[in-house]
């Protein structure tokens, strides 16, 4: 799938050296260059005022060193303040400071690495000297490009996670806990963004559209599939979950995050034909029992190609009277190919969302339909970890998945897979 590595791109057992260390563990610039799509318009900086990079170790002075720089100030004032309350102890600002490596140079590596080039795609925090290091060459530049500077922050927030970690005296070289602690550190990332987006931080700002471009920086992130990695970030579903939570519900919540377990992990089976996908076996069952389960009576959506619904609102478009799921196969083709059969079965099953709502005579909000989608997705007999990404996946990218009969949408990609989350995890019972 287009935008996705597999195991051979990514290092494979989380190390530097001989040294744990723990960071994204993934090769960005194969991620990203390697993509289908152009790269996206370049949203507006997050910096309002920069922080001079002396304090970095081998910084060039640049601009990516600038705003990293401003990011590491920041989270370090943030933890001074919120460090006490949530754990009852004075914040110590990182001892061993902060490294910038040239990737393409010849350099001193930083600590925790043997050579430079064991920096590459990559930033982590080094438990044993209390620092952390990232590369301003292959890394941070290839974020800001494609996910913009909000990115940046949700990145090195995620390392500070883990300095967090180690002062509040959590395991964190227990491999066998490796997802568990990634996600604690992406919800720790998610709490110091809402700090950000409430305006609390001095030299910081992201907006909405910025959030919802740092969150798709999250899912670049995951981990491949695997019946047997233990050193794991988590896949897009995990990492994104945890970030809400910390975002949403604060850092007092993030010791308490775990590793989902709604798919088995087991590998991704091939893409599936278009023609089989839109199938959709079992949907409208689903959907009828969740309608007569609360008292109302379930007429099945007549299927038609995109000229059954006179205003389309999508590649899936759902209209009535009489009920009808009109689908347009060459605007699904492209989600088909770049993400997965999943991306289309999750786009399906929102339309199916509307239907059941419009059936009950509800209001159908756009948040009620992603619930609803979600807690379809997760009830899905055979869903593997690698389905569940490319419904989070799809799920962020498209507002058509929240889109009413009205072609209306009022969610940000980042209320989307909120509410994705919510009947995810929750079921039908979480949809209202």
Known sequence: M???????????DGKLGDVRVLGLVAMVVVLIIGGCAPA????????????????????DHGDTDRLAATVVTDVQKYWAAQYPAVFGAPWRDLDGGFFSVDTNGNGAPPPCAVDVNEVEGNAYYCGT????????????????????????AVVLAHEFGHAVQQRAGMDVSAEEHSIRLEAMADCYSGA???????????????????????????????????????????????????FQTGFLDGPRQCADVTETSLAAPTPDDPNMPLDDVLRADGMSDYFEDFVTQRGGRWTAPV???????????????????????AVDRAAL?????????????????????????????????????????????????????????????IVLESDGISRNAHGNNWLTGFDRIAAFRNGALGGTPACG
Not at 2 to 12: E, F, H, I
Not at 305 to 318: K, L, N
Not at 342 to 359: D, F, K, M, N
């Open 2 to 12: 287009c935008g996705r590595a597999s195991a051979a791109d990514r290092p494979t």
């Open 40 to 59: 996206p318009p370049e949203p507006p900086q997050v910096a309002e005022h920069s922080v001079d990079p002396s304090f970095v170790h081998g910084t």
């Open 129 to 152: 000297v209390d620092a952390i290091a990232w590369d301003r060459a292959a890394l941070l530049p290839v974020l800001r490009e494609h996910y913009g500077d909000a990115s940046v």
């Open 192 to 242: 110091f963004i809402r700090w950000v987006v409430d305006g609390r931080s001095e030299h910081l700002r992201i907006n909405a559209e910025q959030l919802d471009s740092a969150m798709r920086a999250i899912t670049v992130f995951r981990d491949p599939v695997s019946t047997t990695n233990t050193d794991a970030h988590g896949t897009a579903f995990d990492r994104t979950s945890a």
């Open 303 to 325: 299927r038609r190609d995109a000229v059954g619904c006179p205003e389309p609102t999508g590649p899936v478009a759902f209209c009535a009277p009489p009920p009808t799921v």
């Open 333 to 393: 083709a492209e989600p088909h190919g770049s993400i997965g059969d999943q991306a289309v079965t999750t786009l399906l099953a929102s339309r199916y969302a509307l239907a059941a709502l419009t059936e009950l005579g509800r209001p159908a909000t756009g948040a009620q339909i992603t619930c609803l989608t979600g807690a379809y997705t997760a009830a899905q007999p055979a869903l593997s970890p690698g389905d569940l990404d490319e419904a989070v996946e």
